[in-house]
T-cell receptor, first 116, second 113 residues
Framework: DQQVKQNSPSLSVQEGRISILNCDYT??????FLWYKKYPAEGPTFLIS?????DKNEDGRFTVFLNKSAKHLSLHIVPSQPGDSAVYFC???????????????FGTGTLLAVQP | ETGVTQTPRHLVMGMTNKKSLKCEQH?????MYWYKQSAKKPLELMFVYSLEERVENNSVPSRFSPECPNSSHLFLHLHTLQPEDSALYLC????????????FGQGTRLTVV
């Protein structure tokens, strides 16, 4: 059973517009959420994160929103740029379950294409 | 430069071969991970190593054998793999502690023939 779901395998957006990537989760124990970006032939790189005590975190063009009651988070990129074209992975972890390490559970990813 | 280096980048091996994947991190982290990425599937956590714990995913077949000689190095020993084991194998490291992100290497693209 997939605990982190990204239901849109792909998204196409015009340059300068807003990109909205969505992620749903099922495990209510998750308390830390991250977005990673992956280019072909490279490993994922960390983009932005949010703790469950917040509902919004912003870093430049990137904003992550968390709706705990709906178990939903989204990543907004505005304005979108062609260099943002990549696969975006949503990930979650449950620190409250114990352990000192970050056992991230990932979604399947969404391929974002930003058209010039 | 991600701070996490994986070798080799590409590996083709037969089902009777034995090979090892290597991961080295230069970030001073004390937790390291192996993930597997198959086509159209989520990244799957295979193994976790830290000073405090070692976690093995019980669904990972015994033909995958991890080794962590110190906090900077992690190996994944492979033997008698199957074609369905072909995937991108990603190593990651992180600090231990609350709300920390994992840093990934570039991965090893493994093809089992």
């Amino acid at each position: 059973d997939q605990q982190v779901k990204q239901n849109s395998p792909s998204l196409s957006v015009q340059e300068g517009r807003i990109s909205i990537l969505n992620c749903d989760y099922t495990n209510s124990m998750f308390d830390y959420f991250l977005w990673y970006k992956k280019y072909p032939a490279e490993g994922p790189t960390f983009l932005i994160s949010i703790s469950s005590i917040k509902d919004k975190n912003e870093d430049g063009r990137f904003t992550v929103f968390l709706n705990k009651s709906a178990k939903h988070l989204s990543l907004h990129i505005v304005p979108s740029q062609p260099g943002d074209s990549a696969v975006y992975f949503c990930a979650a972890s449950a620190r409250r379950s114990g352990g000192a390490t970050n056992k991230l559970i990932f979604g399947t990813g969404t391929l974002l294409a930003v058209q010039p | 430069e991600t701070g996490v280096t994986q070798t080799p980048r590409h590996l083709v091996m037969g089902m009777t071969n034995k090979k090892s994947l290597k991961c080295e991190q230069h970030l001073g982290h004390n937790a390291m991970y192996w993930y597997k990425q198959s086509a159209k599937k989520p990244l799957e956590l295979m193994f976790v190593y830290s000073l405090e714990e070692r976690v093995e995913n019980n669904s990972v077949p015994s033909r995958f054998s991890p080794e962590c000689p110190n906090s900077s190095h992690l190996f994944l020993h492979l033997h008698t793999l199957q074609p369905e084991d072909s995937a991108l194998y990603l190593c990651a490291s992180s600090p231990t502690g609350l709300n920390t992100e994992a840093f990934f290497g570039q991965g090893t693209r493994l093809t089992v023939v």
